[in-house]
Every structure is written in C-alpha cells, then in structure tokens.
C-alpha cells in the first residue's frame, strides 16, 4: 500500500523563490525528457540507458557495479576529495 505526507514548510520569501526555480528546472527536464520519449515511440524506435549516453558524450555503462569497480580500477583513476572551499554553506 502506497502512501504519501505532506509537510507544510516555513520559507523566507528568497528560500520560496529559489524552491520555485527548482521546481520550475525540473518540470523543464521531465517534459523535455516526456517529448523525447514520445518523439521515439512515434517513430517506433526504443530509447534505453545506452544510447542516452552515448548522445551525451558520458561513457556506455557497466552491467553491473562489480565491472564498474573493475573499470575503475583498470584506469588508474583516483577518488577525488569534495571541494569544500566551493560548497555552499
């Protein structure tokens, strides 16, 4: 069974304002997502994770997290630390 919450928050005018913007990048994404989705059914064409990728630039995905740790690993890349002088406070 499904169930849901509502929270009634207490926002400065700014926080409101900055929450609006929020919500308003993500409806533009999801519906650009939506149209883009249509946009292959119409024409009978399917679009997964891979192709995605590839149209982004990002490299195809691993099929699971252990060929992703190994991928890692073989590139002889390092974890990289958060920039904390950049984070917002």
Excluded: H
Excluded at 52 to 58: D, I, M, N, V
Excluded at 71 to 89: E, F, L, N
Aim: net charge positive; with cysteine; hydrophobic share 30%.
């Amino acid at each position: 069974m499904l169930s849901g919450r509502r929270y009634l928050l207490d926002l400065s005018p700014e926080q409101g304002e900055m929450c609006e913007e929020f919500g308003d990048i993500c409806r533009s994404v999801w519906n650009t997502a939506l149209e883009q989705r249509r946009e292959y059914r119409r024409r009978g064409a399917w679009m997964n994770y891979v192709p995605r990728t590839r149209c982004s630039g990002a490299p195809p995905a691993a099929s699971s997290p252990r060929e992703t740790a190994r991928a890692k690993r073989s590139s002889g890349a390092k974890p990289q630390a958060a920039d904390t002088a950049t984070m917002p406070t």
